[in-house]
C-alpha cells in the first residue's frame, strides 16, 4: 500500500467510496472537488499494487486549528490497517502545518472508527445531535491537542 496526495483524477474513486460508505449523507461531487483543491487542506489516497484506490482522508488546517473532514475506506479494503494509515498521514501532516488542535466528527454508531481516533489520541469533548442527515444521527466530536 501506498499513500499519495489525491488530486482531481482522483475523484472518480473518491466518490466511489464515498457514496459506497456514507450513502445519503455522503458529499456533492462538487464539495469534493473544492475540498481536493483546496489551499487549506491536504487530501490523500492509499492506492494498492495496481493503483487501486482502497481510502482516502482529508485535512483542512488553517493556523493552528485543523479538521479531519472526512476519511472512507473500501469495503473490500476494511480491517488491513488502510484506515489508521492514512490517518496516521493526515495526522503528520497536520504536524508538518503546525496544527496545534485537531478536531472531527464521527457517527455516534461508528464504534471501528471512534475506537481508531481514540487510539491516536482524539478524545470525545461533545455531541452534535442529529447532525448527519438525512440519518438523524448524532454526531460525536473529537479532539486531539499536538504532543
Known sequence: MRIRTA??????DIMRIEQASFGPSAWE???MAQEVASEWGRYVVAVDEHD??????GLRAVGVEGDVQTIAVADEARGRGVGRAILEE???EAA????????????????VARRLYE?????EIGIRPRYYQPED????VMKREAR
Not at 488530486?7 to 472518480?12: F, G, M, S, W
Not at 444521527?137 to 460525536?140: G, P
Open 52 to 57: 487501486r484506490t482502497l481510502g482516502y482522508a
Open 119 to 123: 487510539s491516536v489520541g482524539f478524545r
Open 90 to 92: 493526515l495526522l503528520a
Open 137 to 140: 444521527v448524532d454526531a460525536v
Open 7 to 12: 488530486d482531481r483524477a482522483d475523484l472518480d
Open 96 to 111: 508538518r502545518r503546525g496544527v496545534r488542535e485537531l478536531f472531527l466528527d464521527v457517527r455516534i454508531d461508528n464504534d
Open 29 to 31: 461531487r462538487s464539495t
